[in-house]
């Protein structure tokens, strides 16, 4: 058995080490991307396929104890002028006019709206969405649009996002120092000290103080750069340190914890066109892209008109919005959108998911409703499907 194996100091190391890997495990809603990496810019956190639910999946941040994260989510609802649109959770495809929204409450990561929950990546999201809405609801509907267009906008904003970057990055340097430097005293120390050095008199004294004095800081830490960054009520910092007070590994990636609520309010397009590099951003805001530009109904099938209309309005906003962000990169959306490398024997591809059919024509079987281009007739066909 185990605990006959180990000794009480190796169970500890063994206990923080566990704690440390889950801390770098994160269960996020399906409309959250995280971002990590221990050098350079970052990259998509790796999403294991047996780790997903229906509305969930887990992302697994870089494990190296300096490595930098940043989560980034779409919000889990739809908004027009006329009203809101549920697009994930149990009550998914439900429309509130604002005429009908009679309550919205922000709860950590769960915003309610006439009672209905749903979950956002971060509390600060869901802080968010929900003093936009109340702003919204308490405004003519002729002026809504604007407030909506502003927000959409500014969440695509560069500039901000690389503001808001400097600014988290200079909030949480020396947390990220602190974070590294108790790392390495509680495993490599830690361990050198156990497998090595025979125990004597005051060593565990001489162990335990800088241990303590750097847990102590990394939570002074991680209170200030909280309080800098990140809009969450009180009551929800205090209970985040206070989790901290208990976790040495929860302080040696204090820094993730603050970088999964800093970027609440930015589209993750924009997120990752300033974090990823260009060539992987590419890649990454190709998907976004078909998906706005080629909606599909099937998500939604017996979704009223309303909701429809008021969803469409919503993704015409934030595929303006993309088109503009892209061409401030000098990025042409055309290229995005080029046809796959040409299969041997297939004629038609879908436009939404690139898959790749026999047929003549007809409609993808994945996206339901998305009518199949042939590959002749597409108008941005890649390179090696022009030369077929
Ligand atoms: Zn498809």
Redesign the pocket.
Known sequence: MMYKVLSDTELILLIIGVIYLSECLLWLPDQAVAFSAAFGRLKPAWRPAFLQRIDSHAEILSLVPWSRSVIAADWPIAVSPDGLCILSGSKSGTFISFDELKSVEADQRTLRLNRIATKFAASDGAAYVAKLLQELRSLPADQRSDVLNVAVESSFSLADVSRRLENVERATSNLRIVSLFLFLWVFVHGSVLYYTVEPHPGMLTRYLTPLGILWLTGIVLFAFAQRRLLTNSSTEQISRIATMCFSPAGVMRASSAITREAFSAFNPAAVAAVVMWSSSFRATVCERLRHLQ?P?EADFPVASDEFKMARDWFRNQHLTALMKMLAEMSIAPEDLLKSPIRDNDARTW??????QYTLESG??????D?S?LGFAESAGESCSATQK
């Not at 409609?363 to 339901?368: A, F, G, I, S």
């Open positions: 080629h599909s879908c436009p939404r998911c690139l898959n409609t993808c079987h994945d996206c339901v998305i199949l």
